[in-house]
């Protein structure tokens, strides 16, 4: 299967490429309202997105937030322009999908285990033992963490919707239990939870609001709510925050397929170790060129000029490669429904 690796970030993104022009046409037919939903893990990144696209080109777009099961549901319901996900589509839900699919990296993020433990001012560290404890109910007191810590109840709070944070957690706990447990987008935990709820930002709300919780958001949702951030043990045995430079050292040697998934990175050798890399879902075929041309602006727009946005949101960039062999397939592959 041919790849595309990323070895050296900074050595790929400032690779001498062909530079890809971008034609905004202004004709009043192309400055239609673009829609997209889907993962709220990209929300952040892609509503940075819509606010510059429109400052640039006077064209809009909108972006939900509904969870990346919803976002690839409604996309194959046809309701959408595109979908937003961090979750790989199945080959069933991939053969429901009529008018086909350009999967478009977007961004690289990390999620961030947050918790609320009130007069408790050292950092929390979780190792890898413990974090699968937490979420299947085996460690249930913030004292069996540390010690030092109070004799409280820990609050487990997840998120409810068909969710591609929850099932890049579950792969990474997956992968360090050695399979004892299911890689889901809506898991059974196996205990009762305190609460769940749909999406990063109710997530981030409750772990904020209740003392004694934990929960994992998208790591922008939890600076947003200025959330305390625990270290997790990576392969390497070091303890490490979801930094964007610890992100980018987790997903430096990911490979890309042909149709731009990605490769497992359930567990990276080094680097933080729950990351994900986002998607948007493009069709191949649209009802008429006005749509063909308005999507293929947005989708090169993104991965040239919107990349510039990704770092100072904490999310890594697509290397340019990649991007330009995206955008070569949109060009050649976007066409008109027969």
Do not use: C, H
């Amino acid at each position: 299967m041919k790849t595309f690796t990323i070895g050296n970030w900074q050595r790929i993104i400032a690779a001498t490429l062909t530079a890809t022009t971008i034609a905004f046409t202004t004709n009043a037919a192309f400055a239609q309202l673009l829609k997209g939903a889907g993962a709220s893990f990209s929300e952040p990144l892609y509503q940075r997105y819509s606010a510059e696209y429109e400052r640039e080109t006077g064209v809009k777009f909108n972006y939900s937030s509904i969870g990346s099961g919803g976002g690839i549901r409604l996309f194959i319901n046809k309701t959408l322009d595109f979908g937003g996900t961090t979750l790989i589509p199945t080959p069933i839900e991939k053969n429901q999908m009529e008018d086909g699919l350009l999967m478009v990296p977007t961004g690289g993020g990390a999620i961030a285990i947050v918790y609320n433990l009130e007069d408790v001012t050292s950092d929390v560290k979780l190792s890898r033992e413990q974090l699968a404890q937490i979420f299947t109910g085996k460690i249930a007191n913030w004292n069996q963490v540390d010690s030092r810590f109070p004799s409280k109840k820990i609050q487990v709070v997840v998120q409810s919707d068909s969710s591609g944070t929850t099932f890049t957690l579950t792969k990474y706990l997956r992968k360090i239990t050695r399979g004892k447990i299911e890689a889901t987008r809506e898991p059974n935990w196996g205990f009762q939870v305190f609460a769940a709820l749909p999406q990063d930002s109710a997530v981030a709300g409750e772990v904020r609001r209740i003392d004694g919780a934990i929960g994992y958001v998208q790591t922008s949702f939890a600076r947003k709510n200025n959330l305390a951030i625990a270290r997790i043990e990576n392969r390497a045995g070091r303890y490490v925050e979801p930094t964007l430079a610890e992100t980018e050292k987790a997903l430096a040697n990911i490979k890309f397929n042909d149709d731009f998934t990605t490769e497992d990175i359930d567990d990276p050798e080094d680097g933080y170790p729950l990351v994900s890399l986002s998607w948007l879902l493009f069709y191949e075929k649209y009802p008429n060129e006005t749509l063909v041309q308005a999507n293929k602006n947005l989708l090169t727009w993104i991965l040239t000029k919107g990349q510039a946005f990704n770092r100072e949101l904490g999310y890594t960039k697509i290397p340019e490669d990649v991007a330009n062999k995206v955008i070569e397939t949109a060009n050649n592959e976007f066409r008109v429904r027969p």
